[in-house]
């Protein structure tokens, strides 16, 4: 017999269902129920057996890699990236056009923030079927035209650098295989210097782009002050992990969650956005990412008590909106676990993962995905789902 207390209409606490008393001892068999019947089983490692499973993963190392990988994209790809930013000046660059898919393409959905508030350029995300399957593609004259991707294999993000060379337009890559398929089709190469990438779900080369994305933007900028905060940051990320220590606990609660949202303005819509894509791919939860603007028109009507809502509010300009949506939520009785180094934040939520105080807020993604990336890992975990081969998913995805 077993002890499943219901909170909410998407999460349950505490542990459900029957031991199958022929498992080794450091297992049991655990029935998830929803209101009117079971859902699925799950098979259930012992504390310790799981935490050696966790720490012998290539997730685990690679998320804990961010911080030195970080720091050698940012001193290895000065010379390249103040090159680009010079053919930039140079040619008088309008607009930028960024071709993505998943993980980078929300570290692009940064880049259109970062690129807006401090180089004033414009930033459109591109639409590669346009190039591969309707053969339409849009002019590209006087764009900066930027793919983005781990592996640079993806045909179609391949494809619209290729038709931006075609049109003369400068094009640029950020990959961590400069010998890759993209990495030819650019004239500028930015390496991501992360070293392989074996884990499924990417950590450290989505740490990395944003790094080398706010690397350009200062280096446009000729903004020395910029740069040096940026120089600052892997120190900063290190400090991230001192909260390590309270995510299996939090884990623990969220076992029986089975969809929530995530929430996140300004520079850290990219962090809501990938922290959905990390809890999705590692726990098989569905999880859907909103700005907090987007949530008030339309999708607060989902909020119930109980109902999970992850918000990330480090400090910065944002922070009186977000503490202002943690307010109209909390009034709704919903289920808070906020990301943020805000005292103000953190004492509204039912659970706050503390951030080191300090960051730049047009910084701030870099440290803000760490705990939400250590969520999933941990919450997978407690789930005992295989967290370095997620199920039906490969490394290298290649669309046309």
Not at 111 to 132: D, E, I, K, M
Not at 210 to 218: F, G, K, M, R, T
Not at 331 to 354: K, N
Not at 382 to 392: A, F, I, M
Request: net charge neutral; aromatic share 6%; glycine share 6%.
């Amino acid at each position: 017999m077993g002890l499943l207390v219901y909170v909410g209409p998407m999460v349950y606490i505490g542990l459900a269902a029957h031991h199958d008393m022929t498992c080794p001892t450091n297992l049991g068999r655990w029935t998830l129920f929803t209101k009117r019947q079971p859902i699925r089983n799950i098979r259930v490692l012992s504390p310790s057996a799981r935490r050696d499973m966790i720490e012998n993963s290539h997730l685990y190392r690679e998320i804990h890699e961010q911080p030195d990988a970080v720091a050698r994209v940012l001193n290895k790809n000065r010379q390249v990236t103040a090159e680009l930013a010079g053919a930039v000046r140079a040619r008088r660059v309008e607009y930028i056009v960024i071709a993505a898919r998943g993980t980078s393409d929300n570290a692009a959905r940064y880049a259109q923030y970062l690129f807006g508030a401090h180089n004033r350029l414009p930033v459109a995300l591109a639409t590669p079927s346009l190039f591969t399957i309707y053969k339409r593609p849009p002019r590209l004259k006087n764009a900066l035209v930027l793919g983005i991707s781990q592996s640079g294999k993806s045909p179609d993000i391949v494809a619209v650098l290729a038709e931006a060379q075609r049109q003369g337009a400068l094009t640029a890559a950020i990959t961590n295989d400069p010998d890759s398929d993209l990495a030819q089709a650019a004239a500028y190469v930015l390496p991501l210097h992360a070293g392989e990438e074996r884990a499924v779900a990417a950590t450290k080369t989505y740490t990395t782009e944003l790094a080398a994305i706010a690397l350009l933007s200062a280096l446009l900028g000729n903004d020395e002050n910029r740069h040096q905060e940026l120089m600052q940051m892997p120190e900063r990320m290190a400090q991230v992990f001192e909260i390590e220590q309270d995510i299996p606990r939090v884990a623990e609660r969220y076992r029986f969650l089975s969809a929530c949202v995530t929430i996140g303005r300004g520079y850290n819509y990219a962090t809501a956005f990938e922290l959905a894509l990390k809890l999705k791919e590692l726990t098989y939860t569905v999880v859907e990412p909103y700005s907090s603007a987007d949530f008030l028109h339309g999708p607060l009507a989902l909020v119930q008590h109980g109902f999970p809502i992850i918000v990330i509010a480090p400090s910065g300009q944002m922070l009186p909106e977000m503490l202002d949506f943690i307010a109209t939520v909390k009034r709704r009785e919903a289920e808070l676990l906020v990301i943020s180094d805000a005292e103000a934040a953190l004492s509204r939520a039912r659970i706050g993962l503390r951030l080191p105080a300090g960051a730049a807020e047009w910084l701030s993604p870099l440290i803000t995905i760490i705990p939400g990336q250590l969520l999933s890992m941990y919450l997978a975990a407690t789930r005992d789902y295989d967290v370095d081969h997620p199920r039906g998913i490969r490394k290298v995805t290649e669309t046309i």
